[in-house]
């Protein structure tokens, strides 16, 4: 098996987008740093961490296999799908080994995981195809903030604050079509249909912005010292499509500004427990 291919295949730079998710789920749901640690995160830590991402990515690959025959992100960045069996039996395999998460959390947390499953599979598959459905496909990317929500409902017991997971849902929103932008060209090229090619590039940034702020008004309608955090998104694509940058650039900068993001998320959560 090509372990190199797939390690390229489930896009290192993008771990911790499901990952992260899940640290930052646990944290606000636990009750004392020894939670942390306990058997349902670590399990759904390491799932979320490598296999889901061979998965969900898997998936998408292989049947976007002649669209990205026109994107250039598969010649540097990205691993093309081209028929390998390697491929296929990773995300079989991966995809059964995250059934096993269902059995090491408790019933609560199972429409999280399911949801997160169902949407892996309908963005990329047919018949449904999400992403060839302008505003579907934005709004099928919610499953990113499905394994945090997962993570918090398996440790809390119940599920997590509404005004959260609506916000996580329009903050993947915008990160899914703001990086759809580098893609318009091969998108249209390859007859795709997306909310950036549908809206255009100028529309698109108005888009995103648009769904920024309210991601970061639902957040804040929680905490509103969150708006600290979450208010950086608009305002950073706004500069972006003002500026020289271009965006096919600027998409590559978003694994730092997430990450810095989600540590400040996480760091917030553990002073809750020490204060």
């Known amino acids: 098996m090509d372990f190199r ?8 730079r993008f771990w911790l987008y499901l990952a992260g998710p899940v640290l930052v789920g646990a944290t606000y749901a636990a009750t004392g740093l020894s939670d942390l640690t306990s058997p349902v995160v670590l399990a759904l830590a390491a799932y979320f961490l490598v296999p889901a991402n061979v998965f969900l990515y898997g998936v998408n690959d292989v049947f976007d296999r002649d669209v990205d025959e026109h994107n250039p992100k598969k010649d540097e960045k990205e691993a093309r799908y081209r028929g390998s069996r390697d491929a296929l039996v990773a ?34 598959a047919p018949p449904v195809r999400f992403k060839t459905t302008p505003l579907l496909d934005s709004a099928s990317n919610g499953l990113y903030v ?24 329009l903050w ?47 957040f804040a309608a929680l905490d509103l010292r969150l ?7 608009p305002a950073f694509c706004a ?37």
Do not use: Q
Request: glycine fraction near 10%; hydrophobic fraction near 55%.
């Open 146 to 169: 499905l394994p945090g929500a997962a993570a918090y409902a398996a440790l809390a017991g119940h599920h997590p604050p509404l005004l959260a997971v609506v916000g996580g849902w």
């Open 172 to 218: 993947t929103m915008g990160m899914h079509t703001f990086s759809a932008i580098p893609d318009i060209v091969p998108d249209r090229e390859a007859g795709i249909r997306t909310t950036a090619t549908w809206l255009g590039e100028p529309k698109t940034y108005a888009y995103c912005v648009a769904v920024w702020t309210l991601a970061a008004l639902a």
């Open 91 to 124: 995300v079989a395999a991966t995809g059964v080994l995250g059934l096993g998460t269902f059995a090491v959390t408790p019933a609560v947390a199972w429409p999280w995981l399911a949801g997160f499953f169902a949407l892996a599979v309908g963005y990329s």
């Open 5 to 12: 291919y797939l390690l390229t295949l489930s896009r290192p």
């Open 239 to 275: 500069w972006v499509a003002r500026s020289a940058v271009s965006v096919e650039r600027a998409y590559w900068w978003f694994p730092y500004l997430n990450g810095l993001a989600g540590m400040t998320l996480t760091l917030a959560g553990l002073w809750r427990l020490y204060g």
């Open 227 to 233: 708006l600290a955090v979450f208010a950086i998104y």
